[in-house]
């Protein structure tokens, strides 16, 4: 089938921040390939949602990132499915901490592999697809890119990698792609939880003095994609003021 509406490829898009990116840009029109590796359930029910709203707008491809060959796949069903690829969100991560003394070459590869080498891979198989649309890439990225997290230096490491390639993209793919970034404050906390104590000290050093919403993230992955059209190599820090405090 092809379409006249945009089309946006979202990584990671079952659950949390992903879902609420695909819901938001499906209400400004967007048809989505909402791309997913273990959350089956919670994709189906989404694009279910989703479908209920406006018919044939949602397609699902379930690959491992990691999996080198799966990333210019994940392209060619796109615009197989649509005939057009106008968005690619770089949103699957891996998070996880590495302690100095304890990480391995097997964590290197794990934490690179989702949060840098898929989406760099992800964004040069797209880009002739976005050069025809003359359309745009919004990495997810994290404010520990640029401060680094205790305990975590291969994933500090890893988005700090998405960063630069954030603005070589941009410089690389302009003037027809815009390439920009989102860094994340306290938006969820881990799923495994957090120590309440470490908690209300991340909030005590974050001005807004509350956690952001999903839905701020996804509305500003929004605005990148649709409104900021002089914006590009940017990285957009969502993070309730949390990098003034140190």
Not at 77 to 85: A, E, H, K, N, S
């Amino acid at each position: 089938m092809s379409t006249q509406r945009p089309v946006a490829l979202i990584t990671g898009a079952g659950r949390r921040i992903g879902a609420a990116i695909a819901r938001r840009l499906h209400a400004a029109g967007f048809d989505l390939v909402l791309h997913y590796r273990s959350s089956a359930a919670d994709l189906q029910a989404l694009a279910e949602e989703l479908e209920a709203v406006r018919s044939g707008s949602t397609f699902a491809l379930q690959a491992d990132l990691a999996q080198f060959d799966r990333l210019p796949e994940l392209v060619a069903q796109t615009v197989g499915r649509y005939g057009r690829l106008d968005a690619l969100v770089n949103n699957a991560s891996a998070f996880r901490p590495t302690p100095i003394g304890a990480a391995t070459p097997a964590d290197w590869d794990e934490l690179f592999a989702a949060n840098a080498r898929a989406p760099f891979f992800l964004a040069q198989a797209a880009a002739p697809h976005l050069k025809a649309a003359r359309g745009a890439v919004v990495n997810l990225v994290d404010i520990y890119a640029e401060r680094p997290l205790r305990g975590h230096a291969l994933y500090c490491m890893a988005k700090a990698a998405l960063a630069m390639a954030t603005q070589s993209l941009a410089l690389e793919l302009a003037p027809d792609v815009r390439v920009n970034a989102i860094a994340p404050g306290a938006i969820l906390w881990p799923e495994g939880g957090a120590d309440e104590a470490k908690q209300r000290a991340l909030l005590a050093r974050t001005p807004l003095a509350r956690t952001g919403t999903p839905e701020e993230i996804a509305e500003a992955v929004r605005w990148l994609l649709q409104d900021a059209r002089y914006t590009t190599g940017q990285i957009l820090r969502v993070d309730g003021g949390r990098l003034l405090e140190g």
